[in-house]
């Protein structure tokens, strides 16, 4: 989801007022909890400011019979 300015100050402010319930990309979203909501925020920030790093998984096979 690309999150913006707009939601990340959306949901601060939901934190800050104790709300659970946040309006993101045109949606409502609620929160089990402020641990969850913060968590969020945390990704939401780091989307925003260009910080998410791209996790890359590497796997190899080998075959039996080499």
Known sequence: MAWTQTDVARLKKAIS???KQVMEGG???TYNSVDEQLRVLALMEAEV???VRQLVEQVAFT???E
């Open 17 to 19: 007022s104790g709300l």
């Open 27 to 29: 949606r409502m979203v």
């Open 63 to 65: 075959r039996g019979d």
């Open 49 to 51: 400011n260009g910080t």
